[in-house]
Structures are given as structure tokens and as C-alpha cells.
């Protein structure tokens, strides 16, 4: 079992920047690949990006080149840092785990953390 626990949102200005945080419990982290989401109201949940257990990344290309995500599995701690946020990237973000990338990329992780809003306004 992993417990996931996201944390980092909040409200920015549009150009702004924030960084996410998911914190795994258990002593597996370094095996699973990690995922972080988003839905925004009335909108499926979307893949935002993907890290391999071995680093190996994969964005979705509307955040390609503006989000960066990264692990540290000494913490147990998967990043996303979100740089020149736009209102579009309004959202609750969530992280996603599983030992197999092709689920996470499915949209359907064995284990899910609980959300963090994301507000882009000026």
C-alpha cells in the first residue's frame, strides 16, 4: 500500500511560478513511476507528466518546456515545477503511482494522492 500526499498549490499571477510536492509513504518509492494530473472543473483528468523509476520523463505538450518534473527517492518525493503558469493551467493537480508506466500513462494508477488546487489569476 502507498499513501500520497500532495502538497505546493495555491494562487499565482499568470507568468508566475509554483513547485508541487507529493510525498510517498512506504519503502517501494523507488520502483514505482510517478505521475502528476490535473482536472479542471468539467473536464476529464489529464496527464501532465511522467517520471520513470530510472528518471526517464514524459510531458504532456501543453506543459512541455514550462513544467519540470523530478524525484527524490532518498525523500520518497516526486516535484513538479511549474514555471510561466497561465490561467489555462488552472486545475487540482494530482500525483499518481504505479510499478507500471503504461497504467500511469492510462490515466489509471494503482494509488492516487488527494489533490492540490492550482489557481492561475491575476
Known amino acids: 500500500q502507498v499513501q500520497l500526499v500532495e502538497s505546493g498549490g495555491g494562487l499565482v499571477q499568470p507568468g508566475g511560478s509554483l513547485r508541487l510536492s507529493c510525498a510517498a509513504s512506504?519503502?517501494?518509492?523507488?520502483?514505482?513511476?510517478m505521475g502528476w494530473y490535473r482536472q479542471a472543473p468539467g473536464k476529464q483528468r489529464e496527464l501532465v507528466a511522467i517520471?520513470?523509476?530510472?528518471?526517464?520523463?514524459n510531458y504532456a505538450a501543453s506543459v512541455k518546456g514550462r513544467f519540470t518534473i523530478s524525484r527524490d527517492n532518498a525523500k520518497n518525493t516526486v516535484y513538479l515545477q511549474m514555471n510561466s503558469l497561465q490561467p489555462e493551467d488552472t486545475a487540482v493537480y494530482y500525483c499518481g503511482a504505479d510499478s507500471s508506466g503504461s497504467r500511469l500513462f492510462d490515466r489509471r494508477p494503482a494509488y492516487w494522492g488527494q489533490g492540490t488546487q492550482v489557481t492561475v489569476s491575476s
Open positions: 517520471i520513470a523509476s530510472g528518471g526517464m520523463t
Open positions: 512506504g519503502s517501494m518509492f523507488s520502483i514505482y513511476a
